[in-house]
């Protein structure tokens, strides 16, 4: 089927207001993950849900970050107030199988977020 | 957690082996090691992934010592089109602590030169 999808492709956001960023993964992918990626930099590992579950949000930047997973499929990454910094695409991954590196990640195209 | 280090980047003549080393001295025991390719604007791919010793697929080949603390990642006769960043990825579920983190290096920029 079709691969992951991100939307949308391109956000550009006044500082201080909200933004939602959404990833469609591969149907019947049970993990996914969301990545950001500053000009220039790697990849920064964010957040992992298996199922609708987070295990582990220590890789939130700040509590301005949030991500919620529902009916085991879209996931919706948020970011409140945004700041100059938060200027990144963010990309997001799904696996099969959760849980480990061992898993083939599948990347979307990423979403390009510019704070003004 | 395990850290990973790569070089910043590389240059390589057309048609010749490129070989990009990853540190990743902290490898917990339950730690695959995988490695992308990303082009601009682009998701990164799944090009290769081991747990120790050689392995190799159409694309790459991955040489993992048995210590496990590095990994290379060796591209025959690189193309043009091979330009792009590589990163290596270390990284599992650890149990009872309940913290999940992947880690990417920083990427290898990898330029062809004709």
């Known amino acids: 089927g079709a691969g992951v999808s991100q939307s949308p492709s391109n956000k550009v956001t006044e500082k201080g207001k909200d933004v939602e960023l959404r990833c469609d993964p591969i149907?019947?992918?049970?993990?996914l993950y969301w990545y950001r990626q500053s000009l220039g930099q790697g990849l920064e590992f964010l957040i992992y849900?298996?199922?609708?579950?987070?295990?582990?949000k220590s890789g939130l930047p700040s509590d301005r970050f949030s991500a919620e997973r529902t009916g085991g499929s879209v996931s919706t990454l948020t970011i409140q107030r945004t700041q100059q910094e938060d200027s990144a695409v963010y990309l997001c991954?799904?696996?099969?199988?959760?849980?480990?590196?061992?898993?083939?990640?599948?990347f979307g195209p990423g979403t390009r977020l510019t704070v003004l | 957690l395990a850290k990973t280090t790569q070089p910043i980047s590389m240059d390589s003549y057309e048609g010749q082996e490129v070989n990009i080393t990853c540190s990743h001295n902290?490898?917990?025991?339950?730690?695959?090691i995988t490695w992308y390719q990303q082009f601009p604007s682009q998701g990164p791919r799944f090009i290769i992934q081991?747990?120790?010793t050689k392995v190799t697929n159409e694309v790459a080949s991955l040489f993992i010592p048995a210590d496990r603390k590095s990994s290379t990642l060796s591209l025959p006769r690189v193309s043009l089109s091979d330009t792009a960043v590589y990163y290596c990825?270390?990284?599992?579920?650890?149990?009872?602590?309940?913290?999940?983190?992947?880690?990417f290096g920083k990427g290898t920029k990898l330029s062809v030169i004709p």
């Open positions: 849900f298996q199922g609708n579950s987070a295990p582990d």
């Open positions: 902290n490898i917990a025991t339950n730690d695959y």
């Open positions: 081991g747990y120790k």
């Open positions: 990825l270390v990284g599992g579920l650890y149990s009872g602590a309940g913290s999940y983190q992947l880690t």
């Open positions: 991954a799904s696996t099969r199988l959760g849980g480990s590196s061992y898993n083939e990640q599948f």
């Open positions: 149907s019947g992918h049970t993990a």
